[in-house]
């Protein structure tokens, strides 16, 4: 009923002021139609001859200036106007040179006489003498308060003077407070007639409502468990009436229904969920278990420095990174990307890394033939058809000279001691896991002491922020080329993934990200 009130008196206001605004309208039309009529038969009365003839204070008799005023009088009093009347300006002077008498100034014989000076003279008034164009105005003067129309009127002697018709604004306030309390009534009576309806309709629609609003809160107090006697309720509004409150209360009833049955099936899936997080959090613990993440790996040696990083975008992935001293004197290092992500990429990830490490230790191969018996493994039986790019090598920490093979990966980066950035060549040779009997290109590079081998995957590289842009391998060389000189292993990683960190913002991340970097240092 609030609402109902409060529109109701919204719209009656409305229509007042519109019904008051059209009355308004058309009352301020006819009076300035009347100020027009005014003017143009005062400019009959007065004629351009009779204006033609002022000079002076005596170019007209005062026989025929009176006759002419009681002419002017007689109609501004018959057609309901305060004063007719022409002025003539003389320099800066303006004067009356005809003007009609209210009835009182004639009885007390106050008439204004020929060229009187109006020195009061409205703005309006002097901007028509000016430009020569009709205007309107309201104004106060020493004669009271009027709206006037001003009609300027060149003679035949090319001089101007100006007809105006004045009307008591007394008289248009009245009229206009008339039309503003027919505007009031006629909404009183609306909103009185629209309330009265409006009860008969919400009485109707708000007790079923009502009934409706307890029942969905009492349902929400008790979990949405179901009260026989509310059901029972419902379905009688529902069959009792034919309207939108009915159809309302066959809908709740239905909704509560579905979701009772919705909220079993969910805690379901819910007690599924907890379950397959709980095992993919082992998982998770299990995976970062199979990589190596004591840094420094080699404390007791100076000639090699190592660190190593892997951030999943789910709680397992597939990229991996691995390093193991073969002897003394050779260090084994990869890292790879598994295709896909989740579950089953974490699975090849372990294998992949298991066979590369197995592979590396158990022989005395190079680089290429490690890969070549890895890729051999993973093509036999794949099943899933997944495949994993590689980039493998071993580094001689006698000599820092670095021989290695490249599985379809992204050739890593080498920085110099003085922190220049170069990239190593990308030798042949195919994702492993696809074609069983692949060949791999065996490449080698001279390590001078201080510089340093940085491997990533395409997490790295293909990161992306939210407007979808890469950060691109030219972004890593300059990231590279920006850490401080003499930085170590850590400080070349730890760099590089906060350039990336700093460029993705807010993005979620997308893949999964490994950087391993391998610093000679003789």
Not at 92 to 118: C, G, H, K, N, W
Not at 304 to 310: G, K, N, Q
Request: net charge negative.
């Amino acid at each position: 009923m609030l609402l109902l009130g409060v529109l109701n008196l919204v719209a009656a206001a409305a229509y007042s002021f519109v019904l008051y605004e059209v009355d308004r309208a058309a009352i301020m039309a006819g009076i300035d139609g009347r100020l027009r009529t005014a003017v143009l038969a005062v400019n009959e009365m007065a004629s351009d001859e009779y204006h033609a003839r002022i000079i002076g204070p005596d170019s007209i008799p005062k026989e025929e200036y009176r006759r002419l005023q009681y002419r002017m009088s007689r109609f501004a009093d018959g057609a309901g106007l305060a004063y007719v009347y022409t002025y003539m300006r003389f320099g800066d002077e303006i004067r009356t040179v005809s003007t009609s008498a209210t009835r009182r100034e004639i009885e007390t014989r106050q008439e204004v006489p020929f060229f009187a000076l109006y020195d009061t003279a409205p703005v309006e008034l002097e901007k028509s003498f000016e430009d020569g164009q009709m205007r309107f105005d309201e104004y106060q003067d020493e004669f009271g308060r009027f709206r006037s129309l001003y009609m300027p009127v060149t003679g035949v002697d090319s001089r101007r003077y100006v007809i105006g018709a004045d009307i008591d604004l007394r008289i248009v306030r009245e009229r206009l407070a008339g039309a503003l309390r027919t505007a009031i009534n006629v909404g009183i009576g609306i909103f009185a007639l629209s309330m009265a309806m409006g009860w008969l309709l919400v009485d109707r629609i708000v007790q079923p409502l009502m009934r409706l609003t307890d029942f969905t809160r009492n349902m929400g107090q008790r979990n949405f468990e179901p009260d026989p006697r509310e059901i029972a309720a419902m379905n009688a509004i529902s069959h009792r009436r034919g309207d939108e409150v009915g159809s309302l209360a066959e809908a709740m009833t239905a909704m509560i229904a579905r979701l009772q049955r919705y909220l079993v099936e969910m805690a379901a899936a819910t007690a599924a969920r907890e379950r397959v997080e709980g095992e993919l959090s082992a998982a998770r613990d299990i995976q970062e278990g199979m990589l190596p993440r004591t840094f420094p790996p080699f404390p007791e040696r100076h000639d090699v420095d190592v660190y190593a990083m892997l951030q999943s975008a789910k709680q397992v992935g597939g990229d991996l990174y691995d390093y193991v001293l073969l002897d003394r004197d050779r260090l084994f290092f990869v890292v790879g990307d598994v295709s896909g992500k989740g579950v089953p990429a974490a699975l090849f990830m372990a294998m992949t890394m298991t066979l590369f490490k197995a592979t590396a230790l158990a022989s005395e191969a190079g680089p290429d033939e490690i890969m070549a018996r890895v890729n051999a493994e993973l093509s036999r039986d794949n099943a899933g058809q997944m495949f994993v790019t590689a980039f493998c090598g071993i580094i001689d920490l006698t000599t820092g000279a670095v021989a290695f093979a490249n599985g379809g990966h992204e050739a890593p980066f080498v920085r110099t001691a003085d922190g220049t950035v170069t990239r190593l060549e990308k030798t042949r040779g195919m994702a492993l896991g696809v074609f069983e009997d692949a060949e791999f290109q065996l490449a080698h590079r001279q390590l001078a002491p201080g510089e340093a081998l940085i491997l990533f995957t395409d997490g790295v590289s293909e990161a992306a922020n939210a407007d979808d842009d890469l950060f691109t391998i030219a972004r890593i060389e300059t990231a590279l080329a920006s850490v401080s000189r003499g930085a170590s292993a850590r400080g070349l990683a730890e760099g590089l993934a906060d350039d990336v960190r700093v460029f993705v913002g807010e993005a979620p991340q997308s893949d999964d990200l490994a950087i391993l970097v391998v610093r000679y240092e003789g």
